[in-house]
């Protein structure tokens, strides 16, 4: 069977940030994508991307360029190989500089354990669609869009990673907006940011409360990478340098926006002033988070020096009379 038959390029984009292709292909699939660009026929920086697909499936690949422009049009090119064999090939012109620029700024694309944030500065007001992609080892797996967004004042776009992301795990996040043209296709400019999911919670200080009884904590999780954990609390006298340790497990697991509260009761310690180290500790005995503060426990009651007990005035002379009666009667 040809490869044209077997293997469609149904969508190709490219310009100097990144370039993604869409796959389809009526057999299974073991081969590569190759994304090549081009100046003046001249190969300019090439990058491979494995392909494994089933037949009847869709499939698209992202990468990002190395190499920064330095003229103004550039060919961008990708070809589907099997083997040896090139199943199918397409080519796409770009351009940089004024030709390309866009009607705004991005101020901030942040990408983060927890979510996104994007903010865009506009200096020509227009309408435009914004997709924004989490990729991982050039795969897009999630995507949320934002259809005719008015660009006529600065325009903010947060939101959470709907799903849980793993531990020390790099990925890739990509903003594509296709800004509106009243004559001509959408003005299409990407912006990448890179960013190592890792678990990431914060103990509240105002929800901190530490007494002579001992303390209570709260801790939010700030990550979609889940936090299973500890909270480790040390106590040092000021005076004697005398250290004690307690612990306690968090009961939830917490993601992004989750809290939950330990608590802790003090044992052994004596009156004094002490320096308290509260910390978050995750089960590989890593610290996250930590809040230190200071505590003054007051001397016991139970150790105030005894007050003598008070007698009663007239004891001594009614023991005195009775003794003086006793002895009359023996006469």
Do not use: C
Request: charged letters at 20%; hydrophobic letters at 40%.
């Amino acid at each position: 069977m040809p490869g044209s038959a077997r293997v469609e390029i149904s969508d190709f984009f490219s310009d100097f940030t990144s370039s993604d292709v869409t796959i389809n292909s009526s057999q299974d699939l073991n081969g590569k994508a190759v994304f090549e660009l081009f100046y003046s026929g001249e190969l300019v920086e090439s990058q491979e991307v494995p392909i494994a697909m089933k037949s009847n499936e869709s499939v698209s690949k992202v990468i990002a360029w190395q190499k920064k422009p330095q003229h103004d049009y550039y060919t961008a090119k990708v070809s589907i190989y099997e083997g040896g064999a090139l199943l199918s090939s397409i080519s796409y012109q770009i351009s940089y500089g004024t030709v390309s620029l866009p009607g705004f700024h991005i101020v901030d694309f942040s990408p983060t354990n927890s979510g996104v944030q994007l903010l865009i500065r506009p200096f020509n007001p227009s309408a435009a669609d914004i997709k924004i992609e989490l990729l991982e080892n050039n795969d897009i797996v999630y995507t949320k869009i934002k259809e005719d967004v008015s660009l006529t004042a600065n325009t903010e776009i947060t939101f959470t990673w709907p799903f849980l992301l793993t531990d020390n795990k790099k990925y890739m996040s990509r903003v594509k907006i296709f800004t509106h043209r009243l004559y001509a296709p959408p003005l299409i400019n990407t912006y990448i940011s890179d960013f190592t999911a890792t678990q990431d919670v914060e103990i509240l200080p105002d929800d901190v409360q530490v007494d002579e009884y001992g303390a209570s904590v709260t801790i939010r999780g700030e990550s979609q990478v889940p936090f299973d954990g500890y909270v480790a609390v040390t106590a040092r006298n000021r005076l004697t340098n005398e250290t004690n340790a307690y612990y306690a497990q968090m009961e939830e697991i917490l993601v992004t926006g989750k809290e939950d509260t330990a608590g802790i009761v003090w044992k052994g310690l004596s009156s004094g002033v002490y320096d308290v180290e509260i910390l978050a500790v995750n089960k590989e005995n890593v610290t996250i988070d930590k809040y230190q503060t200071v505590l003054r426990i007051p001397e016991s009651s139970a150790t105030a020096i005894p007050t003598p007990a008070k007698k009663s005035p007239g004891f001594e002379s009614f023991l005195l009379i009775v003794m003086l009666f006793a002895a009359a009667k023996r006469i």
